[in-house]
């Protein structure tokens, strides 16, 4: 408990000081410091808040036990009232500041990258990777987040053979890091003449969208090429060498863009691709060098690693990490995937706290 408190109040004396510093007219024109000293009070934000609460509380506390002392019944009756009702409030509060606590991902609040391809299955492969990004489209928009296609490889049957797309908004990465998997779908094909069930595969990556503070690119380590872009984009896109394909010659990692604007556009949006990409394989190398597992206890976040069951006759969905299965499967293909996602965000929660306690 001792510990906890003193956590709590250097918390509190870092989040008055950067109170300070944005009231300082003198930084009024930095705006990287303020943005920076902005993100960092809302990251405290909420521990600060409970923190303020709860020594209300235990003040509370201490002022009815000193009323118990008087002699006027009507008095200690009203502290024996307060004393039941601050002494409930409190354990409550110290698990919700134990929870606050917990060493939070950085990269929680940042846009993501998600990469979905159809893997085993082959043309169904390519259907069901549609199907996810559709998921996921519906989804996003339940959470008021935007969405930006990077790029598409369509699929002669549908879907995607590839499609690669970022997602904006709110606390996007904490939501989503638990989808990076190989997702399974059992159905029939539409091509099946006998009605038999079939088994494919797509994978699913996400990825933090890094900021140039997170990864420095050197120039001379790219090469840029752009190229005609191919499919739907209307007259314009395909009379123009507009899409552009950056190629990171150290690593060999390629992104490409085409559905942007122009090519500055598709430039910007492919760079940004690959920045993400190149923190990506940094994050994966820095955590496998302390020998933890990658992100989270949950999953190791490989494409390889199967985490999800999506059963079409029974209409039924499995995530194999948490043992959780819900019989909504036309539901959670229409982006209703709230109870999947908060079920994982509490596991890891849970796994966390554990943890600390160790």
């Known amino acids: 408990m001792n510990n906890m408190m003193e956590r709590l109040e250097t918390i509190a004396r870092r989040y008055e000081e950067l109170n300070e510093i944005l009231m300082d007219p003198s930084i009024a024109n930095d705006v990287q410091k303020m943005t920076e000293a902005s993100k960092e009070q809302a990251s405290l934000e909420n521990a600060y808040q409970l923190y303020q ?50 060493p939070k991902d950085p990269n929680d609040n940042k846009n993501v990258i998600v990469e979905i391809r159809g893997a085993a299955g082959g043309d169904e492969g390519n ?3 549609g199907d996810l990004y559709r998921m996921y489209v519906k989804y996003a928009e339940s959470q008021g987040w935007k969405i930006e296609v990077l790029e598409a490889q369509d699929s002669e049957a549908g879907g995607y053979s590839l499609i690669s797309f970022m997602i904006k908004g709110e606390g996007v990465y904490s939501k989503l890091k638990f989808e990076s998997g190989s997702h399974r779908v059992q159905r029939v094909p539409k091509t099946e003449t006998q009605g038999r069930v079939h088994t494919s595969t797509a994978t699913v990556l996400v990825m933090p969208e890094a900021e140039e503070v997170d990864f420095e690119l050197n120039p001379s380590d790219l090469r840029i090429d752009t190229y005609r872009a191919s499919g739907a984009g209307g007259q314009h896109i395909n009379k123009t060498d507009s899409a552009v394909r950056i190629t990171h010659i ?51 976040g490989d494409r390889s690693e199967k985490i999800r069951t999506y059963n079409y006759p029974q209409n039924r969905v499995t995530d194999h990490r948490i043992g959780l299965t819900i019989q909504q499967l036309d539901r959670i293909m229409e982006g209703k995937l709230d109870d999947i996602i908060e079920a994982l965000m509490n596991e890891d929660q849970r796994l966390k706290l554990l943890g600390e306690e160790q």
């Open 53 to 102: 609460e709860y020594k209300k509380v235990l003040d509370g506390i201490e002022e009815a036990k000193e009323l118990l002392k008087e002699s006027d019944p009507e008095i200690k009756e009203m502290a024996e009232l307060e004393l039941s009702e601050l002494e409930e409030k409190k354990p409550q509060l110290e698990e919700k500041l134990h929870l606050e606590l917990i």
């Open 127 to 129: 259907i069901f990777a």
């Open 250 to 300: 150290p690593t060999g990692v390629v992104t490409t863009s085409q559905d942007g604007r122009s090519q500055h556009d598709n430039r910007d949006k492919a760079m940004r691709a690959m920045r993400t990409k190149l923190y990506e394989m940094k994050l994966r190398e820095q955590e496998e060098a302390i020998g933890s597992e990658r992100r989270s206890k949950i999953g190791t």
